[in-house]
């Protein structure tokens, strides 16, 4: 029995410094991301999401519910608890501004290739996946 559910892809930069870099990269290490973090993004329809780095270069993967409205997502994601300190807390690691939300921060990327394409859609919709 496969499951339908939407992939959006998003970009961000850190400051180009090494030390920063690694108390990133410490921040997000399992058992250091608050729990009310993760929690707030299962409740808006998250179902998975990985963070890739290269350089300064951060790369999101962000798996949803398949009927998943980003804007609204992310505006009620914004009121979470803990939510706004959290992303106070990160800014000083981002090439971002303390008061960013989550959703200003992190750019929409456009899907430019995928083997065996089948349907284009905008970033903001996200990519329609099944999996197994």
Not at 5 to 32: P, Q, S
Not at 60 to 69: C, E, K, P, Q, S
Not at 109 to 129: C, F, H, S, V, W
Request: net charge negative; with cysteine.
């Amino acid at each position: 029995m496969s499951r339908q559910f939407k992939r959006y892809c998003k970009t961000m930069e850190l400051e180009d410094d090494a030390g920063l870099i690694e108390k990133y990269k410490e921040v997000h290490a399992k058992e250091n991301v608050w729990p009310e973090i993760s929690q707030g993004m299962k409740e808006v329809g998250i179902l998975d999401m990985e963070i890739y780095i290269l350089g300064n270069r951060l790369f999101m993967i962000m798996d949803t519910v398949v009927d998943f409205d980003h804007e609204e997502a992310m505006e009620e994601l914004a009121g979470k608890p803990r939510q706004q300190e959290w992303e106070a807390y990160v800014s000083s690691f981002q090439q971002t501004d303390e008061d960013a939300t989550a959703d200003e921060k992190w750019q929409l990327m456009e899907r430019i290739y995928k083997l065996d394409q089948e349907n284009e859609y905008a970033p903001e919709e996200g990519q329609i996946k099944e999996c197994p």
